[in-house]
């Protein structure tokens, strides 16, 4: 939906999207863990995912304060 408005991402933080995936199946599909869903994502693989999550986040801040930075100059 995102890419129809013209947002997109830098390829750098597009490519690493793909982490999340395993967040999501296991949290909305617990047997999907193949465990104790707790027991299947390790401190380093989620300390990774944060970083990633908070660099999107930081993209997208800065992305909306320059479309009203824009929209306030027209």
């Known amino acids: 939906m995102l890419k ?4 997109k991402l830098p390829e750098e933080l597009e490519e690493q999207i793909y982490i ?3 967040y999501y199946t296991i ?7 193949n465990g104790l869903p ?3 994502v390790d401190r380093v693989e989620a ?3 944060l970083r990633i999550a908070e660099e999107i986040i930081k993209y ?4 909306i ?3 009203e930075e ?3 100059r027209t």
Request: glycine share 6%; charged share 35%; net charge positive.
């Open 4 to 7: 129809k408005c013209g947002f």
């Open 60 to 63: 997208i801040k800065r992305s």
């Open 20 to 22: 999340f995936n395993k």
């Open 27 to 33: 949290t909305r599909y617990p047997d999907a863990a």
């Open 47 to 49: 300390e990774r995912a």
């Open 38 to 40: 707790s027991e299947s």
């Open 65 to 67: 304060e320059r479309g």
């Open 70 to 72: 824009n929209s306030q």
